[in-house]
């Protein structure tokens, strides 16, 4: 006989009782529940306390203001559903799908969201701190639910895109959970357990990290502008190109941390090391060295009319940098800091800018635009700049086509005459841009935000 599923059960460890709901029961509570919202007559509000809804489906479904504290949602299909204000106090969210959920207000203390799928949802002033649910077992005696969690649990979750802003973690347990391109404004994050996590291109502007733990934690283009460090654990954590500005570091120890590094620590001038590339592009690497500049801190350098093409300056640090008509054609410009950096009339061609952040950069007239590789099959090589920052930059007539653009943010850039023909830029975000004359012909702009032209 083969042994039962554990979620077979209708009891915990502790001998609680949960009531296991069908997929049939579930819709009838949800249909009441609507008409709860609607001020229907008949309408009850859905109380799925303690019910058992793993691997059911509620996708979609608006459970706005609903009772589901220490239910078990283990596996469950929550995928675009609304849960604003719902009271989600000590559930069981393991491995549950959230995405593009609303969460917003919700109530989800002591919740373990272990492995949860939660790309792309909004839980905007959730709760997640601790909390432990007690209830009274056979003998009138109080005792905790099934996972025994008392912290807010998000370890090996999936967070990609969530928006978290003005939720409070502190003391949440969220280690090895990707929290890639999160948005975190004001987040209370005090003590919070964030070891190993990945916060590239998240976004903690305000958040209060006090005593957090980040060991080992990815930073990269994260932006921790005001945020609260006092008493953070920076050990092994990796800041290149984390954006402090405004940021209070005074006693913050960094000492750890892996930081950029400096052009000295590369051993030889920089007009040194721009000949040996200069021999190494001549002679088809056969003599020299490609330069390589990478996590080179270079801020505020003079690049301009300098051969870089085909170079190594991932997760280079070029704030302020002037690189007007400089050749990067095919050069690793991925994870880059270019905030406040003049790249006019640069030659861009095929480069890779993944990532890269380009607030307020000058980019007049640049070309990055795409390559023809020559060979038996002639190629076309385009630029690649997904998810780059462009916030506030000036791209007056850049010849962009062709390129990856998904994802891009160009809020307030200045896209003037620029040249977007065939373009990607699927999810790409244009408030506030100028668009006077932009091209933008064959581009793809399925999930393209604040597209407005001026006619």
Known sequence: MAEPHPLDSDADDSGIRFKKLSQGELEQAVELHKKFLEGKTGGVRANLGTCDLSY??????????AELSGSRLV???????????????????????????????SDLRGACLRGANLTGATIIEGDLRDGILLRADGKGNLVTMAFDMSVGDMSAAIVRGANLSNSKMSNAFIVQTDLTDAILRNVKLVRADLSHCNLTGSILEGADLSEANLTGTILHGCILSGALLSGTNFEGA??????????????????????????ASLGAEMKELLQRHLDWIRTAGKKGRRIDLSRVDLANETLSGANLAAGNLEHAILTGATMEKTEFMMADLGFADLRGANLSRADLR?????????????????????????????????????????????????????????????????????????????????????????????????????LKRES
């Open 350 to 450: 095929g480069a890779n800018l993944k990532r890269a952040n380009l607030t307020d950069a000058k980019l007049i007239g640049a070309r990055i635009g795409p390559v023809n590789l020559l060979g038996s099959i002639t190629q076309i090589w385009p630029a690649n700049l997904e998810r780059a920052r462009f916030i506030a930059a000036d791209l007056a007539g850049a010849n962009l086509r062709k390129a990856n653009l998904a994802g891009c943010d160009f809020t307030n850039a200045s896209l003037r005459d620029a040249d977007l023909r065939e373009t990607n830029l699927q999810d790409a975000e244009f408030d506030g841009a100028d668009l006077r004359g932009t091209l933008l012909e064959k581009a793809d702009l399925r999930g393209a935000k604040g």
């Open 238 to 263: 990796d800041l290149v190109g984390a954006v402090l500005d405004s940021t209070n570091l005074d006693g913050v120890d960094l000492t750890r941390a892996l930081l950029p590094r400096t052009l």
């Open 75 to 105: 596996n469950a299909k929550l995928h675009a559903t609304k849960l604003v204000a719902a009271s989600l106090f000590s559930s069981d969210l393991r491995k549950a799908d959230l995405t593009n959920a609303d969460l917003s207000r």
């Open 56 to 65: 059911l489906d509620l996708s979609e479904w608006d459970l706005t203001n």
